[in-house]
């Protein structure tokens, strides 16, 4: 009886034990299950608040490129069409690289302009120098002027102020031309005048040279009559003896 009594007490216990872990297993597949959705949510949350991150910051890396660019072309650093062709490009760019690489080509072309442009402006103040001194050799400029001028090319600092200066120059040289010409206009018409009054005398010179010597014509007249006269006299003498 006693053995029946413990045999069930075992048989209980083990069904117990089984329905004990059968529940703790339940819980721990429901606690499973929760912790693996939970983790799904905050992974689709995470993909989710990351794919609407990349637009937003696409975006302003955009602005801002285009703003920087903006600047370039405001400083002289690049033209207008330049900065179009920029824009298109970080308009159809999709990543922030693709935009900072556009960033990255337009500091480049900037410096290649700012080479170029120092070139050509270097260029054009030798030249301008070097006219300047074939003004002040053929004399159109002084050296003075020449050396007010060398000091304003020395100060400038565009290709625009160059262009305005040498404008100038040419100013100057017209002007001094002018002046010249109207001095040389008056000094040819005092020579004129002065030419209107001595030529009266010289004409009275030459008509007094050109009178018709009247004694010296009556006189070679008569010497012809006396050789004509004598001839004919020793022609008749030559007759008689004869």
Excluded: C, H
Excluded at 122 to 138: F, H, I, P, R
Excluded at 139 to 159: H, M, R, V, W, Y
Excluded at 189 to 211: A, C, H, M, R, Y
């Amino acid at each position: 009886m006693k053995k029946l009594i413990w045999s069930s007490i075992l048989i209980s216990t083990l069904m117990v034990g089984n329905i004990s872990q059968a529940a703790d297993s339940s819980t721990a597949t429901k606690e499973s299950e929760s912790i693996s959705q939970v983790t799904t949510n905050s992974t689709e949350t995470t993909t989710e608040f990351t794919s609407e991150a990349i637009p937003d910051g696409l975006a302003i890396t955009k602005s801002d490129i285009s703003l920087l660019i903006s600047d370039m072309v405001n400083e002289g650093k690049l033209s207008q069409f330049q900065y179009e062709d920029f824009q298109a490009r970080i308009e159809k760019a999709t990543t922030i690289e693709e935009v900072t690489l556009v960033y990255s080509d337009a500091l480049d072309l900037a410096k290649l302009n700012k080479d170029l442009y120092q070139s050509s402006f270097d260029e054009k103040v030798y030249n301008t120098k070097y006219q300047l001194g074939l003004l002040v050799k053929a004399g159109k400029l002084t050296q003075k002027q020449a050396d007010q001028f060398i000091e304003k090319i020395d100060k400038s600092t565009t290709i625009e102020e160059l262009d305005n200066l040498w404008a100038e120059i040419e100013a100057t040289v017209n002007k001094s031309t002018d002046t010249t010409s109207s001095t040389n206009s008056s000094s040819s018409s005092v020579k004129q005048t002065q030419e209107v009054k001595i030529t009266p005398k010289s004409d009275t010179k030459n008509s007094s040279s050109n009178l018709p010597k009247t004694g010296e014509k009556e006189s070679n007249v008569g010497l012809q009559l006396i050789a004509v006269v004598s001839l004919l006299m020793t022609v008749i003498l030559i007759k008689r003896k004869s």
